[in-house]
């Protein structure tokens, strides 16, 4: 999930968001609005944690939500009949 598509489903997310670090207010998630800049921001704050390893944490958890979104676009097998 790119930073475009992380602003774009922003209202979607903060309920997964909240689940994932919940130490982020809801001050803070409106704060971030799904900018990936303020998100890391705020993440270093409220972890204490560096810039790299809030950058990498959200990476990793954004690729996450990527992996999941992607088995809506597959289409289910069967279409074929099996032979009698």
């Known amino acids: 999930m790119n930073s475009d598509q992380l602003e774009g489903q922003w209202k979607q997310i903060k309920g997964t968001v909240r689940e994932k670090w919940g130490k982020l207010t809801d001050d ?21 944690i560096s810039r790299e390893q809030a950058q990498k944490d959200l990476d990793k958890w954004l690729s996450g ?6 088995p809506r676009t597959q289409t289910s097998g069967g279409g074929g009949s099996t032979p009698r």
């Open 28 to 48: 803070d998630l409106t704060a971030i609005a799904g900018k990936k800049d303020q998100f890391v921001g705020r993440l270093q704050e409220r972890y204490g």
């Open 65 to 70: 939500l990527h992996a999941a979104e992607s």
